[in-house]
């Protein structure tokens, strides 16, 4: 079984920057992906970033590209997602996911975190 547990959610002003990180643990945890996510009251869980595992190729939703950088520590199980330049529509519960493939689907991931808080004031 595989658990993540997602830390570095809080209150920023727009602008700030936050950075949230995901430690996965569990027997033989080699997933092909990692996955970001959000959803924000009465919406859908909407894509955020994916970074592979093995290689660190990364893919980004518009919406944050330019702004938010997903990494890995292979050594630490962990999976990071530096964010810059917060607005307020980025306000949701931030999700860290793993997966069996390469993919923005929520579908494709077995595995999910708790979830971590992130708002933004104006």
């Known amino acids: 079984q595989v658990q993540l547990v997602e830390s570095g959610g809080g209150l920023v002003q727009a602008g700030g920057s936050l950075r949230l990180s995901c430690a996965a643990s569990?027997?033989?945890?080699?997933?092909?992906?990692m996955g970001w996510f959000r959803q924000a009251p009465g919406k859908e869980r909407d894509y955020v970033a994916t970074?592979?595992?093995?290689?660190?190729?990364?893919s980004y939703a518009d919406s944050v590209k330019g702004r938010f950088t997903i990494s890995r520590d292979k050594s630490k199980n962990t999976v990071y997602l530096q964010m810059n330049s917060l607005k307020p529509e980025d306000t949701a519960v931030y999700y860290c996911?793993?997966?069996?493939?390469?993919?923005?689907?929520?579908?494709?991931?077995?595995?999910w975190g708790q979830g971590t808080q992130v708002t933004v004031s104006s």
């Open positions: 996911a793993a997966g069996p493939h390469w993919s923005r689907s929520v579908n494709n991931y077995d595995y």
């Open positions: 970074v592979n595992w093995a290689g660190g190729l990364t």
């Open positions: 569990g027997r033989s945890f080699v997933p092909v992906a």
